[in-house]
């Protein structure tokens, strides 16, 4: 069974702007990640953020966190025609293992 | 240094065979863990090996079954094939500890015909 679900599924933007992705999940965490996937291949690792902090920035990313409401949200600003990708979040619980989203599927037009 | 190798990267075979992918961690790595992922079901978690035990096992039948040796590398063996089998088979490696992120391999791509 999936613990986070990414909205929206699926995401067109134009290179230069703003691609925003939301996570949500259902029990408690020690961390969330954000993973990216091109087509067929591995998935990346992008970024952590642990259950006590809030917000995190990586390079042109930024992730939030907000444990009330069990969400998250990746922000990938300034987007490129190489942010195209699928995108999931993952959750940590506990010494269980990652348990991954449904992802959003982004494309950058150039 | 060198990333997660998974071999093959593709492969085909016929329903009622049995099929083993092999997975190597990044150095230093102890636990290993496989994902199948089918466009229908996402990414679903097999198990997990740390230090040669299995920690962690998803929700698939018993046909599916794994190892991991003293060199960190895994196998996993999938027998009796079934269509519903064909899937794309990741390979993950980390420290093991809660707060580190996983590095994975570019897959396996299973074709079960």
């Known amino acids: 069974s999936q613990q986070g679900e990414e909205d929206p599924q699926a995401l067109s933007i134009q290179e230069g702007e703003n691609a925003t992705m939301n996570c949500s999940y259902k029990?408690?965490?020690?961390?969330l990640q954000w993973y990216r996937q091109n087509s067929g291949r591995g998935l990346v690792h992008l970024i952590l953020?642990?259950?006590?902090?809030r917000e995190k920035h990586s390079g042109r990313l930024r992730v939030t966190l907000d444990t009330s409401k069990k969400s998250s949200s990746l922000l990938i600003t300034a987007s490129r025609a190489a942010d195209t990708a699928s995108y999931f979040c993952a959750t940590a619980t506990g010494r269980r293992a990652l348990t991954f989203g449904s992802g959003t599927r982004l494309q950058v037009q150039p | 240094k060198a990333g997660v190798t998974q071999t093959p990267r593709y492969l085909i075979k016929t329903r009622g065979q049995q099929v083993t992918l092999s997975c190597s961690p990044i150095s230093g790595h102890r636990s290993v863990s496989w994902y199948q992922q089918t466009p229908g079901q996402g990414l679903q978690f097999l198990f997990e090996y740390f230090s040669e035990t299995q920690r962690n096992k998803g929700n698939f039948p018993g046909r599916f079954s794994g190892r991991q040796f003293s060199n960190s590398r895994s196998e996993m063996n999938v027998s009796t094939l079934e269509l519903g089998d064909s899937a794309l088979y990741l390979c993950a490696s980390s420290l093991g500890t809660e707060h580190y992120g996983y590095t994975f391999g570019s897959g396996t791509r299973l074709t079960v015909v």
């Open positions: 953020i642990r259950s006590n902090e």
């Open positions: 029990t408690s965490i020690n961390n």
